[in-house]
Every structure is written in C-alpha cells, then in structure tokens.
C-alpha cells in the first residue's frame, strides 16, 4: 500500500504525466525493480488504492445489520463509507477527487479504475450471498450487484467532476443515496430475497 499511496501524491502533487515509475519508487522508498515486480505500470500503482474504498463499502454492506433488506443496506453501507470521516478521512477526499478526475484523462489509468470496478461487483454478490441471498440465480445476483455498485461509482465520478465538498448535499454520501433511492422500484426483492 505504500507504493499505491507514494503514487497517489504524485499524481496529485505533479500530475501523472509528469510521474515516473522512478519517481513513485524512489518516493516509496524502494528500488525500480521492486516496484516493476508489483506493477507493470505507474498507472497500475493506485489500483490498490482504488480498492481499498471498494472494499471497504463491500464490509460495510456485509456487516449491515443483517435485518435490512438489500436496499437500505446498501443505503447504510454508502452512507458509512461515503460520509468524510465515517469511511474515509476529509482530507483524503480531496485526493480521491483527484484521482477518479485523472481516470477520465488518462485511458490507461480509466483502465484501472474500470478493472476495479468490475472486481467490487464481483466482490458484492459474494457479499450479497454471504447475507443469505445464495438462493437467488447467479446471474439475477450479479446483476443486482451491477446496479448497486454502478449507483454508487456514479455518485463517486459526478461528485468528483465538481467542486462541492465532500460533505453535504452534493457530497458522494448524498448523490449515492439519491442514486440508490431512484431505484426503489427496481425488483430488489425478487432479485435477493434472503434464505428462511
């Protein structure tokens, strides 16, 4: 993660055109080498990072109380993930708005963020599953999973392309939570209803 996050303030401090795989090495602390044996590009070094807040809005739906349905679970996941200083602290906001608005300017680095993204759907029907949803098909599953995740990567991407703060009705937390809310007529139920 110190790579991923020596990469992070690059790009931000000096932009990712101007940052080398050295320059993201040398301020890690390690050798060229070491970081070529993790990444195979200075692109692919904040991937980890990318994750991290996928995977913490993956905990937070697991460790919703499990009396919710799938949709207010979601919607306590986003808002405890998305809220500055619930999941992430305020000023590291600012670093992922940076970061998602690079994703739009650089093709490679879009490639990552989509990669990503691909892998927290994944990552949320097996959650969805471990809640008790395992007797819905697979496919209604991952589906389920696209929708919720898609709402959120929206809310994350539109928040990140203005300058609202991270708090507040214009804040991802919010735009995630209207995402979610404009999809309360999609079949939630029908698509994981959870085991008896």
């Known amino acids: 993660m110190e790579i991923a996050r020596a990469a992070a303030a690059l790009f931000v401090k000096q932009g990712l055109r101007a940052t080398r795989a050295e320059d993201i090495a040398q301020a890690a602390g390690v050798a060229p080498r070491t970081f070529y044996r993790y990444f195979a590009t200075k692109e692919e070094a904040v991937a980890p990072l990318y994750a991290a807040g996928a995977d913490r809005w993956a905990e937070a739906v697991r460790t919703a109380p499990p009396e ?7 919607e306590h996941a986003a808002h405890h993930t998305l809220t500055p200083g619930a999941g992430v602290s305020a000023p590291s906001w ?74 507040g009705p214009e804040g991802p937390a919010a735009l995630a939570t209207r995402n979610l809310a404009a999809l309360r007529d999609f079949p939630w139920q029908d698509m994981a209803v959870p085991r008896t």
Do not use: M, Y
């Not at 963020?113 to 927290?120: D, F, I, L, P, Q």
């Not at 949320?124 to 709402?151: E, I, K, M, Q």
């Open 68 to 74: 919710l349905p799938v949709l207010q679970a979601l």
């Open 94 to 167: 600012e670093w992922i708005r940076t970061l998602v608005r690079l994703a739009d300017t650089s093709p490679a680095l879009r490639k990552v963020w989509a990669e990503v993204c691909h892998e927290a759907e994944t990552t949320l029907a097996d959650v969805l599953t471990s809640r008790g949803h395992d007797n819905v098909a697979a496919p209604d599953l991952r589906f389920t999973a696209a929708v919720a995740a898609a709402s959120v990567r929206v809310a994350v991407e539109t928040w990140a392309a203005g300058n609202a703060p991270a708090q």
